[in-house]
Structure formats: C-alpha cells, structure tokens
C-alpha cells in the first residue's frame, strides 16, 4: 500500500488549495479514505473521509462548508478542496485508508496559511 499526497503550499487567508493523494497496492475503489492533519504541537485529527463509491462524505466540523473530500477511482485519487483557508488549518496534511485491519498512511502535504 502506498499513498502519496501533494498541493501543500503557502497560501493567504481566505485562499484555496486542493490536495491530491495518489493510491496503489490495493483495490482502491473498495475503501473508505480520509484525510487527517497534523498542527504544530497538536495531535493528527480527522479533517474529512469518504466511502469506497464517493456517495457519504463526513466532515470535521472546523472545516464544513470550507472543504469538499471528492475521490476518482478511474484514477487511484482522493481529493480535498479547501476554500476560505484561515491561519488555523496550517498543518501537515495527511490522507489514510484502512485495509486489512491497517491503518496506511502517506507522508503527508505541508499546508501554511499565512500573509
């Protein structure tokens, strides 16, 4: 199993992002996957996950109405849009799948929202 996010980057307040994270080693469309983050000094909390076929989303509350979790499993991916940012979501993002009782991580994307 291998997951490898990207799109991390500095960004002002109220700018966007989209992160991406590319999977492989498993039947991808068969899963839930989520993504967490990581603050400096914080522990990794759920941001947003999404079922195997994309039809049930769950959101932290922090980030609803700010973040959009999306998935195309044509292509292996898990998105999350982030619109709105605030200094608060600066973090280390990270997405995860569980499989096999797993729990697989990626090395994660590092968001700064600053001016």
């Known amino acids: 199993v291998q997951l490898v996010e990207s799109g991390g980057g500095l960004v002002q307040p109220g700018g966007s992002l989209r992160l991406s994270c590319a999977a492989s080693?498993?039947?991808?469309?068969?899963?839930?996957m989520s993504w967490y983050r990581q603050a400096p000094g914080k522990e990794r909390e759920l941001v947003a996950a999404?079922?195997?076929?994309?039809?049930?989303?769950n959101y932290a509350d922090s980030v609803k109405g700010r973040f959009t979790i999306s998935r195309d499993n044509a292509k292996n991916t898990v998105y999350l849009q982030m619109n709105g940012l605030k200094p608060e979501d600066t973090a280390v993002y990270y997405c995860?799948?569980?499989?096999?009782?797993?729990?697989?991580w990626g090395k994660g994307t590092l968001v700064t929202v600053s001016s």
């Open positions: 999404i079922t195997s076929a994309g039809g049930l989303t």
């Open positions: 995860k799948v569980r499989y096999n009782e797993v729990d697989y």
């Open positions: 080693g498993f039947t991808f469309s068969r899963y839930i």
